[in-house]
């Protein structure tokens, strides 16, 4: 609100023109998108200050969370996946990809607050509340803040992973040279190792550029749980002050960033397997 | 019935035979049967509007078999009732998307050509943010109603409607019956709608199903950032949100609904998937010819959920 609720019309009338409101929609959008262009996000309505500077504090620590919830999410999920194809079929795989399933579908913030109550709550260990440390200022402090929301965001992630080099993994197995490499006396862990996860491992790279991605993006919901000062949880509290030039200059950040981020692993894919080629 | 329509069904009584699939069945039977009921009267006094402010943020009692929240509400009241908005909204969210992405992916695999190209595009642009990303802007912009929470969300399940759609009618699109009907003369939409689409609904049935699952967990979530269906109607997701203020006072109140919210989910997302599964003939044991796999390749393409880029690469 850029005026007291119970502003007068007087009141009203005068601040209108000051922001240029009484322009149509339409007009105001294409000035924004054009200064925005240059590189120029407007002001905060709220608190005056520059879109780009309040955008620019939250980005590093969107950032750190989504690289831990990243890194996490595939350290859980390799292990799972691999386990998953080598047994296929039995009880392991079945109980493993159920495990995936769950860690898909169990809403993040009901993690969250599961998380919160375990670790905060009852055993008082960690904060209930994460505040943004960066790494390399406290590592032990940012651990503590950073544990609880990058476990939450990783089960997803490695729910993703898991399900994706699982498959993966599962056609590789299956095909000739794994075959022609069995039938040559090679043992199946050697046929693992050195053959079959190093092309499975190919695809599953874009899996990771496309989790990072979705993690700074998507966060939104594990950083409200946490109350942590991320990207996500500014357009959450912009949306709820009507402060529009912040929604629409994140909500751009975002965009760009996470386009940017599935170009750059579309074009490494076409780099790393040159059997690929786009039409 | 038609034979198409007569095959799909047969193949989704086999995806409900298993166990996992036909426990989900049952579960959200029983949680719609009790959705409704609590429609159609007040049963065993459970009021979810009615205020105790007396008894309130109580732990599981005989009388409060979930505990009371900060106004003395019964809060598993509020959870059968949070069930009917979670699936009206999840319902509305689907029907909304299928209505808008399935003729989006029809005519563009039919046609192919610049309407191909450009309706992708569209779908390309609805992907550019992620899922609650896009949900938010829109809420933004539509403000806080259950009319906008279900549009938003139905938006976000565009893409892979027009996607599962698209690759239906690029698979279909060579088969006898298809290339018959046109030799009788039969119009671009008679052949999409006569023919294509009774050949191309299981696939699409499955997405249903699986979205439906994330509708439900994104509007929970948008309930719980604050922009959901406003108060006082009872929502899963807000229940979390509040149940989280008082996480020292209740332990269960943000526990409970939060189980019964992802129990619902994982059903929906069970069964589709057990669906999806029959559809491309992987639930066949070690050895079985993949003759039950009609739309193997192009659907596990189209559904992959994970698929990692929009231009698909060709190997």
Redesign the interface.
Same mark, same amino acid.
């Given at each position: 609100m850029l005026v007291r609720e119970n502003a007068t019309e007087e009141q009203i009338a005068l601040v209108t023109p000051k922001f240029g409101l009484d322009r149509p929609v339409v007009v105001q959008y294409r000035d924004w998108l054009l200064r925005a262009l240059g590189g120029d996000l407007g002001q905060s309505l709220h608190s005056r200050e520059p879109v780009l500077k309040l955008i620019a504090e939250r980005l590093p620590a969107t950032l750190q969370l989504a690289v831990a919830a990243t890194a996490i999410g595939i350290a859980l999920g390799i292990p799972v996946a691999v386990a998953s194809a080598l047994a296929q079929?039995t009880w392991l795989d079945r109980l493993l990809s *159920?495990w995936s399933?769950?860690a898909?579908? !169990?809403?993040?913030?009901?993690v969250g607050?599961?998380l919160?109550?375990l670790f905060a !709550?009852e055993l008082g260990l960690l904060p209930?509340a994460s505040a943004y440390v960066p790494f390399w200022e406290d590592t032990w402090q940012a651990l503590r803040h950073t544990i609880l929301p990058a476990l939450t965001l990783g089960l997803y992630v490695s729910g993703?992973s898991a @399900?994706?080099l699982r498959?993966s993994l599962v056609s590789e197995l299956a095909s000739d040279y794994v075959r022609t490499a069995r039938s040559k006396g090679l043992t199946e862990r050697v046929i693992v190792q050195r053959h079959v996860l190093r092309n499975a491992m190919l695809?599953f790279i874009?899996?990771v550029?496309?989790a990072l991605?979705?993690c700074i993006? *998507?966060a /939104?919901?594990t950083e409200?749980?946490f109350t942590y000062p991320g990207l996500?949880r500014l357009? /959450?509290q912009a949306?709820?002050t009507r402060d529009?030039p912040l !929604?629409q200059g994140s909500?751009l950040v975002?965009?760009i960033i996470?386009?940017l981020i599935?170009l750059v692993?579309?074009l490494l894919? !076409?780099y790393i397997d040159p @059997?690929?080629?786009?039409? | 019935m038609s034979e198409a329509l007569r095959s799909g069904l047969r193949l989704v009584r086999r995806a409900l035979s298993r166990p996992a699939p036909a426990v989900s069945v049952a579960y959200l039977m029983y949680l719609m049967v009790l959705a409704s009921a609590a429609l159609l009267a007040r049963p065993l006094e459970l009021d979810p509007l009615e205020e105790d402010v007396a008894r309130m943020l109580e732990g599981p009692s005989w009388e409060h078999p979930f505990g009371t929240d900060e106004l003395g509400r019964d809060i598993l009241a509020r959870a059968i009732f949070g069930a009917r908005t979670s699936l009206t909204t999840a319902a509305g969210a689907v029907l909304l998307a299928a209505a808008i992405g399935v003729p989006m992916g029809l005519v563009a695999g039919f046609f192919g050509g610049l309407r191909d190209a450009v309706l992708m595009r569209l779908v390309d642009l609805l992907l550019a943010l992620p899922g609650i990303m896009l949900a938010l802007a829109l809420i933004a912009v539509l403000g806080r109603s259950q009319a906008a929470a279900l549009v938003a969300v139905g938006l976000t399940g565009v893409p892979t409607f027009a996607r599962v759609a698209r690759a239906q009618v690029l698979s279909l699109r060579r088969r006898e019956v298809v290339l018959a009907v046109k030799a009788f003369g039969a119009s671009p939409g008679y052949t999409l709608v006569r023919t294509v689409l009774p050949n191309a609904w299981s696939p699409i049935l499955a997405q249903m199903i699986v979205l439906s699952s994330v509708a439900i967990l994104l509007e929970a979530a948008l309930a719980f950032l604050g922009v959901g269906i406003p108060p006082p109607t009872p929502s899963w997701g807000e229940m979390l949100r509040t149940g989280k203020e008082y996480l020292y006072d209740s332990l269960t109140y943000a526990v409970l609904p939060g189980l019964v919210l992802t129990l619902t989910i994982l059903a929906f997302d069970t069964i589709g998937r057990a669906l999806s599964a029959v559809l491309e003939g992987r639930d066949a044991p070690a050895g079985r010819p993949a003759g039950a796999a009609l739309w193997s390749a192009s659907s596990s393409a189209a559904c992959c959920s994970c698929s990692p880029s929009s231009s698909a690469p060709r190997r």
């Open positions: 079929g *159920g399933a769950l898909l579908g !169990v809403p993040t913030f009901w607050i599961l919160i109550l !709550v209930a993703i @399900r994706f498959g695809p874009t899996v550029g496309i991605a979705g993006g *998507g /939104v919901v409200s749980v996500g357009v /959450v949306i709820g529009y !929604v909500i975002i965009l996470y386009v599935n692993v579309d894919y !076409v @059997r690929i080629e786009y039409g | -």
